[in-house]
C-alpha cells in the first residue's frame, strides 16, 4: 500500500451488485480508499474490524443474507451510529423507504442511478459534518474532564492542608478517596438497592476527601493530643461535623451544585451510625445518605490501620474483624459486605494509591505556609472508639 493509499479515508460500500460497487469506485477511488462488501453479513463483519478506521459506510438496502435494514440495527445497537455515519443506496426510492432509513439512524439518502456529482458531494458533505461533530465532542469532553480534574486537585489541596496541620502525611485523604470508591463500585454490582451511576460514584469519591474540612476551626491542642480524648474534648472535637457543613452550606451560590451537596452530607454525616448512636443528628438506617455511609466506613478502616501521634496502626485483619464486630460502631449491613467482599485486595489498591501524594503535599504545604488557618484535625479513631 503506498504512502497516499495510508493517509486516504476510508468507505465502506456494502451493495450485492458488483457493478454498483465498480461504479462507486469508480467516482470515489481517487480520494477514498473502498472497502466492498457483497452482502449485509459482510458489511457488519467488516465494520467490526475497521470501525475505528472507516470515515463513511454506503449501504445498499436489498441484499442477501441481511439487508441494508439489518446491518442499521445491529449499528444501532452496537452505538456505531453515534460516530460513523450511513449513507443508504438504493433504486428503491419511494417515501417508505425513506422514512426507515432516516427513522434507523441513516444520515442521508442515494438513489440510483447515480449521479456522479450527488453522489461525490454527499459523501464529502457527510463526511466533513461528522469529522467536526467529533472534534466538538472531543473538545467539550476535554474541557469536561480539565474542569473535573481541577475541582478534583483543589479539593484534595484543600483536604490536605486540613492534614498537614496535624502533622501527617495528608495520605489519609487519599485512602479515603480510593476506599470509598471500593466500596461504592462493588455496592453497585452487589444491589440496585441505592440507584447509583458512575457519575455518581466519581463524584462521591471526589469529595470525600472533603469529609473532614470542619476540623480546620478546630484547636490544634485538641487535634495534636498525644492521647485520649477527655469528654470535654471529644464533644469540641465532635463539633467539625456541624462545622464542615455550616462551611458549605454559607456556599449560598453554589447550593445547586451536586458537588457542593454531596460535601454537606458527608461532612455532616460521616459520623452517624446505622443504628442511631452516632452524630451530630442521631440519623438512623438510610436515614443517613449512602454518601455518608460509606466515607463513614473508609474513614474508620483507614484511621486505624493508619499511624498516628497517639497511637500505632492496627494491622489490616484486625482492623476488620474490629469494624466487623462493631467495636466501632454499627454499620449498613449491605456495606459491610462489601467491605467483607474487597478486604483481599485493599492493601494493594491503597499502595498504589501512594504515587500522587508528593505534588499535592507541596501545594498543600505552600498554601499553608503563605496563609495563617485556623485550626485542625485529630484522629477518627477516638472519634470512632468513643
Not at 441481511?66 to 452496537?78: A, R, T
Not at 473538545?139 to 486540613?162: F, T
Not at 460514584?201 to 498525644?226: F, M, Q, R, Y
Not at 460521616?270 to 443528628?281: A, C, K, S, T, V
Amino acid at each position: 500500500m503506498s504512502k497516499q493509499q495510508q493517509h486516504k479515508q476510508k468507505i465502506l460500500v456494502a451493495d450485492d451488485s458488483e457493478m454498483n460497487r465498480l461504479i462507486l469506485t469508480d467516482m470515489l477511488g481517487d480520494e477514498y480508499e473502498i472497502l466492498e462488501a457483497e452482502n449485509g453479513l459482510q458489511a457488519v463483519e467488516a465494520i467490526q474490524k475497521h470501525a475505528d478506521e472507516l470515515s463513511l459506510i454506503l449501504l445498499d438496502i436489498v441484499m442477501p443474507e441481511m439487508d441494508g435494514f439489518g446491518v442499521l440495527n445491529i449499528m444501532e445497537k452496537n452505538q456505531w451510529l453515534e460516530s460513523l455515519p450511513v449513507i443508504m443506496i438504493s433504486s428503491e426510492s419511494d417515501a417508505v423507504h425513506v422514512k426507515q432509513a432516516y427513522e434507523m439512524g441513516a444520515t442521508d439518502f442515494i438513489s440510483r442511478p447515480f449521479d456522479t456529482l450527488i453522489v461525490h458531494r454527499r459523501v464529502v458533505n457527510t463526511i466533513l459534518l461528522y469529522a467536526k461533530q467529533k472534534k466538538l465532542i472531543e473538545l467539550a469532553v476535554d474541557q469536561i474532564y480539565e474542569k473535573e480534574h481541577q475541582n478534583g486537585l483543589m479539593i484534595d489541596v484543600l483536604s490536605h492542608i486540613v492534614e498537614f496541620r496535624n502533622g501527617e502525611s495528608g495520605q489519609h485523604v487519599r485512602n479515603v478517596h480510593v476506599l470509598t470508591e471500593l466500596l461504592l463500585k462493588r455496592l453497585m454490582e452487589k444491589t440496585d438497592r441505592y440507584p447509583l451511576s458512575w457519575a455518581d460514584i466519581s463524584l462521591i469519591s471526589t469529595v470525600s476527601a472533603l469529609h473532614d474540612i470542619g476540623k480546620i476551626a478546630i484547636d490544634e491542642a485538641i487535634l495534636n493530643k498525644p492521647g485520649k480524648l477527655t469528654d470535654e474534648e471529644f464533644e469540641v472535637m465532635k463539633t467539625h461535623s456541624l462545622i464542615g457543613a455550616q462551611m458549605l452550606e454559607q456556599m449560598t451560590i453554589y447550593q445547586d451544585e451536586p458537588l457542593i451537596k454531596v460535601a454537606y452530607e458527608i461532612c455532616r454525616w460521616h459520623h452517624e451510625r446505622y443504628d442511631g448512636r452516632g452524630y451530630p443528628d442521631g440519623l438512623k438506617g438510610d436515614e443517613i445518605p449512602i454518601s455518608a455511609q460509606v466515607v463513614a466506613l473508609a474513614d474508620v478502616y483507614d484511621a486505624m490501620t493508619s499511624e498516628r501521634v497517639y497511637k500505632r496502626a492496627m494491622p489490616h485483619e484486625d482492623a476488620i474483624q474490629f469494624i466487623l464486630e462493631g467495636k466501632c460502631g454499627v454499620f449498613n449491613p449491605l456495606v459491610l459486605e462489601c467491605l467483607t467482599d474487597i478486604a483481599d485486595g485493599l492493601r494493594e489498591a491503597l499502595v498504589s494509591s501512594e504515587g500522587d501524594e508528593e505534588a499535592i503535599r507541596n501545594i498543600a504545604e505552600e498554601m499553608l505556609h503563605q496563609k495563617d488557618l485556623t485550626d485542625l484535625e485529630h484522629s477518627s479513631y477516638w472519634n470512632a472508639s468513643q
